[in-house]
């Protein structure tokens, strides 16, 4: 009978035994795979080493899973003399090194120099061609004139004759590299170069390298704000990474997920004078030879490489926020700029930096 079908089928003990079943097999099974997740789920620890270079601090994290050995025990001293090795050859504040060397030379027959620096001046070069000579590397005259350089001098506002006369020794394409053998070589026996726009990101590349030479697949490299990562951090997850803000104490403006790249930022909002009521940036345009007026305040760039984010950021301080941000997109770069206004500061980014933008956990 239909009447007796239901009460029949609801009661059917075969079929209540085999639910039951079921539904312990599916318990089981996601107690299972939470109990493998928890099982697999690696603890790092954390390698730090801080200290002073080129001018300024830097900060290296080397992270390995838990009981996978420690860190190579000499790898801190080899860390500063590779350190030591970079500021040897690229600093102007070292009378014996590479580049201080060769702005003391007073001739225009090659100079022979070290396989790095010609590495560190071609790709200078080749961003000072892209950028159209916002960025140039024999800027020093300029930034010696305006106080900001190696060259110490009172703070004045140089006189325009001075001004004219140091940007005749500007200029780029007065300055030549040669790998083979590896030399440079000016066209004015004057010629100065500053690597202030590009040495620390060829720093913290070459410390980055050297890293992953060693075996170690997860670090953070920074000296003096410009980084490179790659892999995670302690927590396992991609490093994160601020920027700064331009309001004095403000902390930080933005934090992105930075993830086996460089990140440089340049900005004027801490190195400047003021004269007369006047603010003068330390960003010296080499097409002028006077500091920048616009109102960008910082830019962050990154790329591959530390060496060449640090190059193009100082491009884009120079070039400003609406020449600056087409170059950005002609490069296909990823930036981030700080603008000021009427009311404070704007943000304005290329669409690609914006999918790196980090939510706060």
Known sequence: ?????????????????????????????????????????????????????????????????????????????????????????????????????????????????????????????????????????????????????????????????????????????????????????????????????????????EVADFIESKGYQNYLVEIGGEIRTRGINQSGRKWRVGISSPVNNAGIQKVVEVNDSGMATSGDYRNYFEKDGVRYSHTIDPRNGRPITHKLASVTVLHDTCMVADAMATAISVLGPEIGYEFALKQNLLAFMIVKDENGFVEKMTPGFEKLISVPR
């Open 1 to 205: 009978m239909k009447t007796g079908d239901g009460p029949a089928k609801r009661n059917n003990p075969v079929k209540k035994t085999m639910r039951k079943i079921v539904r312990s097999t599916v318990l089981l099974s996601v107690f299972f795979l939470f109990f493998s997740a928890c099982a697999k789920r690696v603890q790092y620890e954390q390698f730090t080493l801080n200290g002073r270079t080129m001018g300024t601090t830097f900060s290296i994290k080397i992270v390995t899973p838990k009981n996978a050995g420690a860190v190579q025990e000499q790898i801190d001293e080899q860390i500063y003399a590779l350190l030591d090795t970079v500021n040897s050859i690229m600093s102007t504040y070292i009378e014996t090194s590479d580049i201080s060397m060769f702005n003391a030379y007073a001739g225009t027959d090659t100079f022979k120099v070290s396989p790095e620096l010609v590495y560190v001046v071609k790709m200078a070069n080749h961003i000072s061609d892209l950028s159209g000579g916002a960025f140039d590397i024999t800027i020093g005259p300029m930034v010696n004139l305006w106080g900001f350089g190696a060259e110490s001098r009172n703070i004045t506002i140089p006189p325009e004759i001075e001004i004219q006369e140091k940007l005749a020794l500007v200029g780029y394409k007065k300055l030549s590299c040669s790998q083979t053998p590896p030399a440079l070589s000016k066209q004015v026996p004057q010629l100065y170069c500053d690597l202030a726009g590009i040495a620390k990101g060829y720093g913290v590349d």
